[in-house]
């Protein structure tokens, strides 16, 4: 059965970096057959989709995001991380990670529970 | 980019059948997702493909796509049905790539 975990700080200071890392168990990364994806929550908001990494190291990032993202690989820990530079409030939100089946059609298939980020000096 | 469009809300009766809309330009020529979610949790993935159901999700979770409006259906309605729900696109076509709706919050009444 596929898991995945999310982990990092759960409070971040305004203009700091936010890291997190999704250890994945059941599967993985360097598996050719999935998208490993983040996605984030504001409170009491909807979905937003942050970006995904790929088996080849190649990714894909939410424009609205990318100047500030990068998701990047740990094969010998079967993870992926997020870095999300210069964080503000807007920020602040539940982070999860997702993996997306490479054959079509693309859905999420399997979440991590979420963790919380806090934004806040 | 495209949007997806729900109602903030939907309330039904136990027993009655639910209808959760998401609007989208031509959205009956992409494949819609739809994931529920329940307070505290990560969301869970109910129907795929339109109209596809993971295994173990109840028969009572249909959906259906058609034109510019695509529907989750949610026959028998229960009370574990209340939560939120959210329709899902990857539009290749779009830099955005992935687009969730806003999310409507089913009450059960």
């Known amino acids: 059965q596929v898991q995945l975990q999310e982990s990092g700080p759960g409070l971040v200071k305004p203009s700091q970096t936010l890291s997190l890392t999704c250890t994945v168990s059941?599967?993985?990364?360097?598996?050719?057959?999935?998208?490993w994806n983040w996605i984030r929550q504001h409170p009491g908001k909807g979905l937003e989709w942050i970006g995904y990494?790929?088996?080849?190291?190649?990714?894909y990032y939410n424009p609205s995001l990318k100047s500030r993202l990068t998701i990047s690989m740990d094969t010998s820990k079967n993870q992926f991380s997020l870095n999300l530079s210069s964080v503000t409030a807007a920020d602040t939100a539940v982070y999860y990670c997702?993996?997306?089946?490479?054959?079509?059609?693309?859905?999420?298939?399997?979440w991590g529970q979420g963790t919380p980020v806090t934004v806040s000096s | 980019s495209y949007v997806l469009t729900q109602p903030p809300s939907v309330s039904v009766a136990p027993g009655l059948t639910a209808r959760i809309t998401c609007g989208g330009n031509?959205?009956?020529?992409?494949?819609v997702h739809w994931y529920q979610q329940k307070p505290g949790q990560a969301p869970v993935l109910v129907v795929y493909?339109?109209?596809d159901r993971p295994s173990g999700i109840p028969e009572r979770f249909s959906g259906s796509n058609s034109g510019n409006t695509a529907t989750l259906t949610i026959s028998r309605v229960e009370a574990g049905d209340e939560a939120g729900y959210y329709c899902?696109?990857?539009?290749?076509?779009?830099?955005?790539?992935?687009?969730f709706g806003g999310g409507t919050k089913l009450t059960v009444l």
């Open positions: 997702a993996r997306v089946d490479t054959s079509l059609p693309y859905y999420f298939d399997c």
């Open positions: 059941g599967a993985s990364v360097t598996n050719g057959g999935y998208y």
């Open positions: 990494i790929y088996y080849s190291r190649s990714t």
């Open positions: 031509n959205i009956g020529s992409k494949s």
């Open positions: 493909d339109d109209s």
């Open positions: 899902q696109v990857w539009d290749s076509t779009s830099d955005h790539l992935v687009v």
